[in-house]
Every structure is written in structure tokens, then in C-alpha cells.
């Protein structure tokens, strides 16, 4: 699962996730609900009964890739809560309680010329992991939740 908290880099990401096959316009505004992981039991329940709305993942991402941790420490807090890794580029003005938190830090100067080479290494392996294991789109973009983006 990508989160994207910065409106500077909506472009790079939305260009990258699309190439992987993770692109989903209709989850950007998930993420401004607090509790999007630990209370994604609840759209399983209205779904069970309204069949024909599909609020997004019933289920936990396997890993979370946050792209600017200083500005949604609470998807930092939730993913650290439910166990799942989180890969972050941190800067060097993050706090430390949440530093302490991810999985993977990247230490990094938050800029667009970083966030694109950034991007383009995740794009890069992920064409090459597909190529190795012969797997169809379709299935890589099942183990892929989707694209968030938050401003605040």
C-alpha cells in the first residue's frame, strides 16, 4: 500500500502505481478517515449486507510505503499497531518516537528529484519481479492495495 501525504508528488506516484498495477482513484479519500486499518472490519460488515458497495481492502496490506512521514504520523501509528512493515522516507527533523516505529527508514532529502528516482526503483523492480515469476497482472494487483493521497 502506497500513502502519498504530499501534493508535490501526487504525479510521480500516480505514474508509478499505474505502470505496477496498484492504481485506485476511488481510495484517496480513505485515508482521511482516522482508523482505516485498525477498524477495516466495519466496511466488511456494511459490505456483507449491501453487496454491490465496495468501500476498499478487507484486508491488511502486507507491507505499507509511506512517502512523507512527518505529515501522517497516524498511518505510522496504525500500520506499528497491526504489525505490518512500514518502508518510510524519513527526514531529519522526523521525531524520534516515530522514526522508532518503521520498519525501514530511508533516510533521504525529501525532494521530487528523490521521491522520482524513488518511484522509478519500486517501478523498475516490480516489472522485473513480474517478468522473473511469469505472473499476470491481474495477480500482482490483488497483493496490491492502492494509492492514498492526504493533504492536510
Not at 496490506?61 to 518502508?87: G, M, W
Amino acid at each position: 500500500m502506497f500513502v502519498n501525504t504530499n501534493s508535490l508528488w501526487d504525479e510521480i506516484v500516480e505514474q508509478m502505481t499505474k505502470k505496477i498495477g496498484c492504481y485506485s482513484p476511488s481510495m484517496n479519500t480513505l485515508w482521511r478517515t482516522g482508523g482505516f486499518l485498525t477498524n477495516s472490519h466495519s466496511p466488511k460488515k456494511f459490505r456483507s449486507r449491501r453487496k454491490k458497495i465496495v468501500f476498499g481492502p478487507t484486508q491488511p496490506p502486507d507491507c505499507l510505503v509511506v512517502f512523507d512521514s512527518e505529515r501522517k504520523s497516524s498511518v505510522i501509528l496504525e500500520a506499528h499497531r497491526l504489525q505490518i512493515p512500514i518502508v518510510s522516507l524519513v527526514d531529519s527533523d522526523m521525531p524520534i518516537e516515530y522514526y522508532n516505529k518503521i520498519t525501514y527508514p530511508i533516510p533521504c532529502n525529501s525532494s521530487v528529484q528523490f521521491v522520482y528516482l524513488f518511484c522509478n526503483l519500486i517501478t523498475k523492480t516490480f516489472m522485473l519481479q513480474q517478468k522473473k515469476s511469469g505472473a499476470d497482472s491481474a495477480e500482482i494487483e490483488t497483493r496490491c492495495v492502492g494509492v492514498f493521497g492526504v493533504h492536510q
